[in-house]
Structures are given as structure tokens and as C-alpha cells.
């Protein structure tokens, strides 16, 4: 997966088309992302013995395909590629050709 946690990404499809955000997690294996105050989802929580019930809004997941990587030195959307600098696989920005960090 090209997105790692602590990228800046766009939503390119969906209810929050357009809007960016900062990746809490990522899911290699289904293929997510969970972004920072995107996709919010309502979870209704029980009342239990020591707590009362209550309606939490958390971030859910979305589609890798759905996202796309911002340039921290251009801050436009850019797509992500993969190159060796002296051995080491490092990504780089499609966009500029700069390494990212």
C-alpha cells in the first residue's frame, strides 16, 4: 500500500469528496484507510453498570483507491511511485520527483 499512517490525503470519491485529512491508521490487509475526521459513523453505545448509554461518532474506513496522497512541498494531490536510493526502497512523488519522507 502506497499511503502510510501520518500521510495528508484527499478524498477523491464519496460523501466527503473533496475534503482533506491526516491517515490514523492504515489496513494492508482489507485495503483502508481511517482518516482523521472523515467518514464519521455513529456507534450507539449500551448502557452498562458504571457507564450510561451514548451516541459515539468515530472515523471509519475508506478505500485506498478513494484517497490520494498530498505533497507536503507543492500541496497538490499527487500519485505515489517506488524507486532504490542506494538500496533502499523509498517512495517518491509522481508529481515532482521528490523523495518523500
Known sequence: MRIKKNDTV???AGKDKGKQGKV???IPSKNKVVVEGLNMQ?????QTRTATSEIKHQEGPIDVSNV???DPDTKEPTKVGYEFDGGNKVRV???TGKILG
Open 93 to 95: 512523488s509522481k508529481k
Open 68 to 70: 490520494m496522497l498530498i
Open 42 to 46: 455513529t456507534k450507539h453505545q449500551k
Open 10 to 12: 484527499v478524498v477523491l
Open 24 to 26: 490514523l491508521r492504515s
